[in-house]
């Protein structure tokens, strides 16, 4: 359990997004994956809700909340040398967003 901050890091910078909602505060950060592993991650991190694809046989794990997008970018952010750049930058820009407006 000591670096499945880490793991979740790799899986996110492979099969995850952050998206900033434009003009308004706050964001979505997911990660797509099998049905099991969605729900896994969900039930492990105690957050989230799982969303089947419309079109395609994957789902996605997804959290909207400010404190859940601050604990899911402390969880996997403990190594701060560890992940995509652009993509822990995207999650940071959300969280700012929640405190300008």
């Not at 434009?22 to 969605?38: P, T």
């Not at 959290?63 to 560890?82: C, G, H």
């Amino acid at each position: 359990m000591l670096y499945l901050g880490s793991y979740v890091l790799g899986y996110f910078d492979g099969d995850g997004c952050a998206y900033a909602n434009k003009g308004r505060s706050g964001g979505l950060v997911c990660i797509v994956g099998s049905f099991e592993f969605a729900c896994g991650l969900a039930r492990h991190l105690g957050m989230g809700s799982v969303q089947e694809h419309q079109l395609k046989k994957v789902y996605y794990w997804r959290i909207f909340s400010r404190k859940n997008i601050q604990a899911f970018y402390d969880f996997v952010y403990q190594y701060p040398r560890l992940g995509l750049p652009r993509k822990k930058t995207k999650i940071e820009d959300i969280l700012r967003s929640y405190k300008h407006g």
